[in-house]
C-alpha cells in the first residue's frame, strides 16, 4: 500500500508541476513588466546612490562631522576635488540637482563652484572656496550635502508627508505654506469617498433595474451601461469637457432656460466639479456590475415573501434586500474607490488647478522635476493604501455572503 | 370523503367569481374561474404547467390584479388591499427563506414587522418550530438546512403569526420522492392540526390526490372540474381529467344511440355500452374511460355487457399486480391491470384471449383530444 500512495503522489506531482509550467509564461510576463518595474520604483523611494557614489570620501567625512560648526579643512579639500572629478566627468548637474532638492538654491552654488574650481590653481580649500561662494561657509549647506549623500534615505517618504528633519536629527512638519501633500492626500481620500458614494447612490438602483428587470430588458441596459466602459476614456473625459465648459451644452442650456445670467455662467469643469463629474461617469460601471452580479442572485421571491409576511416595502427592502445586496455593495465601492485613489488622467484633463490628486503630483515629479525619490515615495503611499483596500476587498468578496452580515 | 363532508356546510373563506387574467391583453392566462374554497379545507389547483394555477395562487395573494372579477376573502373583496395586509402565510416554490437571518430571525420576521414584542415573538416561533418538528434549529442559517428543513422552515413562516388562510406554491417541488412523500405527511398533519385554509398548487396530480380535501383540475386557464380526489378518480366529468388523473384507456367513438344513462358507441368495429357523464346525442364523436383495473382479463363468459378479444402484446410484472398490454377495441395499446395472485389465469404474449368491463366503470365524456396518440 505505502508504495502505491507513492507512486500515486509521484503522479499527481508530475501533473503538478505540468501545470505550473504552463503558467510560466505569464509569471514571467508579470515578472518582466509588472513586479521588477514595482520593485525598482519602490528601491527608488528609499535608495539614492548618486551623491553618495559622486563624492565618497566628502560624505564619509561629514559623517563624523559635529554639524554645529563650519566643517575642518580637510572636508573643503575633499569636497573640491570630488567636485572637480564631477565636473570633469559631467555628473555635477545630477549631483547639484539632487542636493537642490534638500535645500533650495544650492544648485549654482554647486555647479558655479565646480566650474571655478576646475580654473583655480593649487590647492584649494576653505578660503578658495568660500572666496568662489560665501555659502560654503554657511552650515546648512554642508548639512543638505550630508543629506543628499545618505544612500539609503527616508528623506522622500518624509516629504510625501510634509515632514522634514532637522539638522539635529529630529522630524518636525513642514512650514505651514510648504505643506503639499497631506493635504493633497487628504483632497484625494475625500473626493475618492464623494465619487464612491455619488457611484453608489447613482448606481444602486440601476443595477437593481438591470438585475431585475426581463431578460431582454436587462441586457439592453446592461450593454447600455458596458458601451461608455467600452469606448475610451479619452473619448469620455474630453466629452465631459464639451458639455462643461463655460461655453458648453449644460452653460448654454442654462442660460437659455434662464436659470443662470449670461455673464455669469457656472464654472463646472477645470476645478473640482469637473473632476467630481468626470471621475464619477468614468467609474460607475465599476458600481453597476458588482452590484448586479450580487442582486441577480436575489431570487425575486424574497421580496414577495417579505410582503406576504406582512413588511412594508421599505421594510422588505432595508431588512431583506439590502443585506443580501451588501457583498456588491462592499465589492463595488472598494472596487470604485481603490480606482479613484489613483485616478489620473481625468482630474489631469478637467482638474484645472483645484481638481488635482495626488496621483497628478506623482506624474508631475516623474515628468517635469524628475525628483523621482519623491515620485516613488508618493506612489509608495498610494500602493500601501490600495492594498489594505484590496485586502478589505478580498475578505468582502471572498468571504462570502455570511461573513458579511 | 369525511372531512369534504364536515366542511360541507361551512362558510366560504375564499371566492373566486368570475376571473379573468391576461397579461399581455390578448391571450388569457385565466379565464371564467369560479372557485369557491371553505373554511378549514385543504383544496389544490392541479394542471399542467401553463394551465394557470400558480397565475390563481398570486392573485389570491396580491401579487397579481385580476383583469376582470373579484376575489374575496372572508366575503371582502381584496381587490384593493396590498400583500401584506391580506394577511395570508405563503410557501413559496423556492421557499424564499432569507439567507442573511437564521432560522428564529426568519420566523419572527413576520411578527417583527406586525410590531410584536420580543417575548410574544420568543413563544410564537418557538411554537411555530414544534409544529414542523425543527427544536432546536433556531441559530441555524438556511444555508445549513437540508432541503426538506428548509422546506418545513418555510411552512413554519408561513403559519408562525397565524394566518386563517395559508397558500402554498408547487412547496415540494425541490424535493426527492421519499421526502416528499413525507413532507407531504406532514403538511396533511399539520393542516389538521390547525384547522387553517390551504390552498395548494402543484403539477403532481398524486400529491394532490393524498393531500387534498377537494382538487379543482386546471387547464388552460380554465377549471375543468372540481371534486374530491375519489370523484376524480372515479367520476371523471370531462376527458381531460380522465387523463389526467390516474391511468385510462380511452377508446374514441361515435355515440349510435342513448337509453336512460347507458350509451352505446361504436369504438371502431365493436359496440361498447357505457355509463353518459357528459350530455351528449347520438352521432355525436365520444371518448370512453376505462380503469385498467376494472378490466377483467378472460373473464366467466356472459358476466360483462362488454366482452371483446384481445391478443396480448406484452405482460410486465409490477410486483402486486400484473400490467398487460393488449390488442383490443382498435387500439394496441390497451392496458389492463390484473391482481397477482395464485393462479391469476396463465396468460401468455401472443395469446388471444377475451377482455370484459361492466358499462358502469366506462364512462361516456366529451370528445376530447387524442393527446396520447
Known amino acids: ?405 | 370523503m369525511a372531512n369534504a363532508e364536515r366542511h360541507a356546510s361551512d362558510d366560504i373563506h375564499v371566492e373566486f367569481e368570475n376571473i379573468g387574467k391576461s397579461y399581455d391583453g390578448r391571450v388569457m392566462a385565466v379565464q371564467d374561474f369560479n372557485l369557491s374554497v371553505r373554511r378549514g379545507e385543504f383544496l389544490s389547483l392541479l394542471g399542467p404547467s401553463g394551465s394557470g394555477k400558480t397565475t390563481c395562487l398570486m392573485m389570491l395573494a396580491g401579487f397579481e390584479a385580476p383583469t376582470t372579477g373579484a376575489i374575496r376573502i372572508a366575503g371582502r373583496s381584496v381587490h384593493a388591499l396590498p400583500p401584506r395586509k391580506r394577511g395570508i402565510g405563503m410557501v413559496f416554490q423556492d421557499y424564499a427563506l432569507f439567507p442573511h437571518m437564521t432560522v428564529a430571525d426568519n420566523l419572527a420576521f413576520p411578527l417583527d414587522v406586525r410590531g410584536m414584542s420580543r417575548d410574544e415573538t420568543r413563544g410564537l416561533v418557538r411554537r411555530a418550530l414544534r409544529l414542523v418538528r425543527l427544536e432546536g434549529f433556531e441559530g441555524r442559517r438556511p444555508g445549513q438546512l437540508s432541503g426538506g428543513q428548509q422546506q418545513r422552515v418555510a411552512i413554519a413562516r408561513a403559519l408562525v403569526f397565524e394566518p386563517d388562510l395559508v397558500l402554498m406554491d408547487e412547496p415540494l417541488g425541490a424535493l426527492d420522492r421519499h421526502l416528499r412523500e413525507e413532507m407531504q405527511y406532514e403538511i396533511r398533519r399539520i393542516h389538521r392540526t390547525l384547522g387553517v385554509t390551504i390552498v395548494y398548487v402543484t403539477h403532481d396530480q398524486q400529491e394532490a390526490m393524498v393531500m387534498s380535501d377537494r382538487v379543482a383540475v386546471l387547464r388552460d386557464g380554465r377549471i375543468e372540474q372540481v371534486a374530491p380526489p375519489e370523484s376524480l378518480y372515479e367520476e371523471p366529468e370531462r376527458s381531460f381529467v380522465a387523463r389526467f388523473i390516474g391511468e385510462n384507456n380511452r377508446l374514441h367513438g361515435r355515440v349510435l344511440s342513448i337509453e336512460k344513462d347507458i350509451c352505446r358507441v361504436r369504438v371502431g368495429e365493436d359496440i361498447v355500452q357505457a355509463i353518459l357523464v357528459a350530455p351528449c346525442e347520438p352521432g355525436d364523436a365520444t371518448t370512453l374511460s376505462i380503469r385498467p383495473a376494472r378490466i377483467a382479463v378472460s373473464p366467466r363468459p356472459g358476466l360483462y355487457t362488454n366482452e371483446f378479444d384481445a391478443r396480448i402484446r406484452d405482460i410486465t410484472f409490477v410486483g402486486d399486480h400484473l400490467r398487460i398490454r393488449v390488442e383490443a377495441c382498435g387500439r394496441e395499446d390497451f392496458v389492463a391491470k390484473i391482481p397477482n395472485m395464485v393462479g391469476h389465469g396463465a396468460v401468455l404474449e401472443g395469446d388471444v384471449v377475451r377482455i370484459g368491463w361492466t358499462p358502469t366503470d366506462c364512462r361516456v365524456l366529451d370528445a376530447g383530444e387524442d393527446h396520447d396518440a
Open chain 1, 1 to 405: 500500500m505505502p508504495a502505491k500512495i507513492t507512486m500515486r503522489s509521484a503522479a499527481e506531482n508530475r501533473a503538478r508541476l505540468r501545470a505550473a509550467g504552463l503558467a510560466l509564461p505569464l509569471v514571467a510576463f508579470v515578472g518582466v513588466t509588472f513586479v521588477a518595474p514595482l520593485v525598482s520604483m519602490l528601491v527608488r523611494s528609499v535608495y539614492d546612490p548618486v551623491v553618495a557614489d559622486a563624492l565618497p570620501e566628502t560624505i564619509a567625512l561629514l559623517d563624523d562631522w559635529d554639524g554645529m560648526n563650519v566643517p575642518e579643512e580637510a572636508v573643503f579639500e575633499a569636497a573640491a576635488r570630488e567636485l572637480l572629478v564631477a565636473q570633469e566627468e559631467r555628473t555635477i548637474g545630477q549631483i547639484a540637482g539632487r542636493v537642490n532638492r534638500v535645500q533650495g538654491g544650492l544648485r549654482s552654488v554647486l555647479v558655479v563652484s565646480a566650474r571655478r574650481l576646475r580654473d583655480a590653481s593649487g590647492s584649494v580649500g576653505r578660503d578658495s572656496m568660500v572666496d568662489i561662494n560665501p555659502a560654503w561657509e554657511e552650515v546648512e549647506t554642508w548639512h543638505a550635502l550630508r543629506t543628499a549623500g545618505e544612500r539609503y534615505t527616508t528623506r522622500h517618504y518624509l516629504a510625501a508627508v510634509d515632514l522634514t528633519r532637522l539638522p539635529d536629527g529630529s522630524v518636525v512638519r513642514q512650514a505651514p505654506d510648504r505643506r503639499i501633500y497631506v493635504p493633497l492626500f487628504v483632497r484625494t481620500l475625500m473626493v475618492s469617498l464623494g465619487v464612491t458614494l455619488l457611484c453608489l447612490i447613482l448606481g444602486y438602483p440601476l443595477a437593481h433595474l438591470i438585475a431585475h428587470s426581463p431578460p431582454r430588458r436587462g441586457g439592453l441596459l446592461l450593454a447600455l451601461v458596458l458601451v461608455p466602459f467600452w469606448t475610451s476614456l479619452l473619448v469620455r473625459t474630453t466629452s465631459w469637457i464639451v458639455l462643461l465648459q463655460n461655453q458648453g451644452v449644460v452653460n448654454d442650456l442654462l442660460v437659455a432656460a434662464g436659470f443662470v445670467a449670461d455673464d455669469a455662467r457656472l464654472a463646472l469643469i477645470y476645478n473640482m466639479t469637473g473632476t467630481f463629474v468626470a471621475m464619477t461617469h468614468v467609474l460607475l460601471p465599476f458600481m453597476v456590475l458588482p452590484l448586479y452580479s450580487v442582486m441577480h442572485t436575489i431570487p425575486r421571491s424574497h421580496m414577495s415573501a417579505a410582503a406576504s409576511l406582512g413588511a412594508r416595502p421599505g421594510q422588505a427592502f432595508w431588512r431583506v434586500y439590502w443585506p443580501q445586496s451588501l457583498p456588491g455593495v462592499g465589492a463595488g465601492s472598494l472596487l470604485v474607490f481603490i480606482l479613484a485613489i489613483g485616478y489620473y488622467i481625468t482630474p489631469a484633463l478637467v482638474g484645472g488647478s483645484t481638481g488635482q490628486l495626488i496621483s497628478n503630483m506623482v506624474a508631475y515629479h516623474m515628468q517635469t522635476s524628475l525628483n523621482w525619490g519623491l515620485a516613488s515615495a508618493l506612489g509608495g503611499i498610494i500602493l500601501v493604501c490600495v492594498s489594505i483596500l484590496y485586502i478589505l476587498y478580498d475578505r468582502v468578496t471572498g468571504g462570502g455572503r455570511l461573513g458579511v452580515t
